[in-house]
């Protein structure tokens, strides 16, 4: 695939449509938190039939069975290029607010669909993918980030049929308004060492005895989606909790899974931040002139306007080949989605940053929509696994081959 | 009941218009479907659909449009929107005018029977503002212009159509089948009412968005092909455009050095005060 379908075009439009009707004049708000981003997510579902669509596939699933029924496919009907232009289409506007969609939707929804049990899924998914709940996906701690396996502290004990969660969990997407928190932790084995732990997932709701959430952190980029701390003091919670409801299966390579869903999920993000970087940059070289003339006939401006284009043109072909691999499901390796992210990571850091430069001091100024893509591009090459742990993963895979 | 809407494409507003020679360049123009248009094709819906029970359809909708085989892009929003099939009959705008228009719809309407044509009030390029009023004159049905608002009454049977007028709302009831035109506050949340939906009932403002399903539908609704000739319409261009101009580029202001001087200029050279 090397281009949208006509519907998929479709879709972009309209949500291009949404995004500057009804997103952009909230955006403001939204970046000094004076607004949360939930309501105009609860609206982009509505608008666009994505709760529909997600009942739908519920509906159809055989009740009681089948723990696949309304798996992947409830989330935009399967269609893994919806998802990717409904993630361009918000971070052509606003990058927090696509992230606070996408950990909610993407990742806490996308890890319940992927292994919750049939049950899990209709109580906890279905809600988040209708936007009734918010929900947050838990795995980094003040102590456990890069290693958030090795070093994970967040425990979990079995008392009775259950488990009893302590620990504590930051930078957490969503976490001081969500509703539905996937939370992972070390379940504590007699006689294992640390390491041996196996580590499992555990859905804890708002308002559990024990459970605390902070108010948003405060942050470089990204405003419009509240970040903050979990605190699991002695948290009670039933069998039905576990993620999958089985210990058979650790949940590290499902985690790992992820990961892989979170670097290949930021691929379009970085489209969208670069996309809107260069159609600003352009229009703004094209009007704004010194010693009389446009800067965009000043060489040295051309090479920025050139570089973001290459840049442009590169991700949107790492893009479709990620989403032709998904369509035919082929899976992609561990090198390629860390290659991918690394490189969509700087590249959409640095097309924000020369964007910035091109406004020169409009630039710098909250004003221009410049100004917040530079800082929000920059958490892309930390979340989701930070560059130097990209390039760790290709090297391993390289040298093991 | 049975709507027929008309849709017609027209160069995004929003855009810098350009010139060759006395007439208007449209090869780099982005089209786009023309706004009042697509209030028409919403007002469609909300009369076509009980609102109250998941939108489920009581009626049909179908969008013409006259335009080149590119307008099928258009027509498929419509589609998505919720409409049930269209209908494009091949042509290209230069050899258009009113006439040709209103009596292409004349002849659709005779081949659908709709109990009802809404059309917008304008189109966005030409502001001719005239294909409803003629399309109304030809069939001799009742009509209604720049509806902000429209009741289902009679059992059915007619219409309450509210007018923005300079005095404030006229009430006109049209007794179907019409043709009615609509303007901007067609729109608005509670402006269509069609006798299932319940009257309290509160759209989002303005024309819905076509879902992820509805535009994965149209997928499946069908656009048929028709044209000039098959409808027996004779496409001779009447209204003649002796050309078309830029408006004049502004020219620089003056600056003034005192209050005196602008009161002065103010009075003697605008002759506003
Ligand atoms: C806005 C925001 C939202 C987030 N949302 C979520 C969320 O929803 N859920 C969640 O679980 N987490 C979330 N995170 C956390 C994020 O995933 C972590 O910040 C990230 O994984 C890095 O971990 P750390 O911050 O502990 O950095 P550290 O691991 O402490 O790294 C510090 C530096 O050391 C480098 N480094 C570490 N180890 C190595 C090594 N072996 N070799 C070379 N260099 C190394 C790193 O690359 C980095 O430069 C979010 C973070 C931010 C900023």
Sequence with gaps: MIDFTDEQKMAQRMLRTWAEKELVPLVPAMERGDVLPYDAMRHLIRSFGIDEMARATFAKATPGGDTNAGGERGFFGGDPALSAIVAIELSRVCPGFALAFGASLGLAGGAILAKGTAAQKKRFALPILTGEKIGAWAMTEPGAGSDAFRSMRTIARRSGDGYILNGQKTFITNAPFADVLVIYAKLAEPGQSENERPIHAFIVEKGAPGLSLSKPMEKMGMHSSPTGEIFLSDVCVAKSALLGETETLPARDRAREVFHGERTGMVPMCFGVIDRCLELSVAYAKERQTWGKQIGEYQLVQEKLARMYMHRENVRNLLFKQLEKAHKKVTISAAEASASKLYCARVATECALEAVQIFGGNGYMREFTVEMMARDAKLFQIGGGTDEIQITAIARQLLSE | ?273
């Design chain 2, 1 to 273: 009941m049975k709507i027929l809407v008309t849709a017609k494409r027209v160069p995004d507003p929003e855009q810098k218009v350009k010139f060759k020679g006395n007439t208007l360049d449209q090869s780099g123009v982005n089209w786009q479907l023309n706004q009042f248009d697509e209030y028409a094709v919403e007002s469609a819906l909300r009369l076509t659909e009980n609102a109250s029970s998941g939108n489920a359809r009581n009626g049909e909708v179908i969008v013409v449009s006259l335009g080149p085989k590119d307008v099928q892009q258009q027509l498929r929003s419509t589609l998505a929107m919720g409409a049930d099939r269209a209908i494009l009959v091949d042509a290209s705008d230069e050899n258009l005018d009113s006439e040709i228009v209103a009596r292409t719809v004349q002849k659709l309407v005779e081949q659908e029977r709709p109990d009802l044509v809404l059309l917008g009030k304008l189109a966005a390029d030409s502001e001719a503002n005239d294909v409803g009023q003629r399309l109304a004159g030809y069939l001799g049905w009742p009509q209604a212009t720049f509806a902000c608002s429209i009741e289902v009454t009679d059992g059915g049977k007619a219409l309450l159509v509210g007018r923005e007028v300079d005095a404030g709302v006229e009430t006109k009831k049209v007794t179907l089948p019409a043709v009615v035109t609509v303007d901007l506050r067609i729109v608005a949340p509670q402006a269509v009412k069609n006798g299932v939906t319940a009257a309290t009932h509160a759209y989002a403002d303005g024309p819905r968005y076509a879902s992820l399903k509805g535009i994965m539908a149209a997928k499946k609704k069908t656009i048929a092909d028709s044209s000039l000739a098959a409808l027996g319409v004779a496409a001779t261009v009447r209204a003649k455009v002796a050309s078309v101009d830029a408006p004049p580029a502004r020219k620089a202001g003056v600056k003034v050095a005192s209050v005196e001087e602008l009161v002065q200029k103010l009075h003697n050279e605008a002759k506003v005060i």
